[in-house]
């Protein structure tokens, strides 16, 4: 039985903007934006701490109130699109979805009723 996330798509993009932060390493910053194309679903960008300048965008969607999907949409390092097979760049979006998934858990209490 799923059941479907019953918060509005700004409260969830504020929850997780206040909440990604404090999940991901120190020097690393996020924005979360709502999905215009996905009610279900939020963008969210991460710039990687480091002198690499890289950065990852990835699409966060809800399948149910528990569960979500995290694709990995892009990867750029100084501005650029980069080759995401590197084992590096592997590990970190590795990371990354590790990190996005426990903030999705975090907030449960928010989307799960």
């Known amino acids: 039985m799923s059941s479907q996330i019953n918060v509005d798509q700004t409260t ?18 996020a ?11 939020l963008r969210i960008h991460i710039g990687a701490a480091g002198r690499q300048e890289y950065s990852f965008d990835f699409q966060c969607t809800y399948v149910d109130s528990r569960e979500v999907r995290v694709d990995l949409v892009d990867v750029e390092r100084d501005g650029a ?30 989307t799960h009723h």
């Open 31 to 41: 924005e979360v934006a709502a999905d215009e194309g996905n009610s279900n679903a």
């Open 81 to 110: 699109t980069t080759d995401e097979r590197s084992e590096n760049i592997q590990g970190m979006v590795g990371d990354y979805t590790r990190h996005i998934h426990e903030c999705a858990q975090a907030l449960q209490q928010l």
């Open 12 to 29: 969830l993009v504020n929850a997780w903007q206040e909440r990604l932060p404090t999940i991901l390493k120190p020097g690393d910053h």
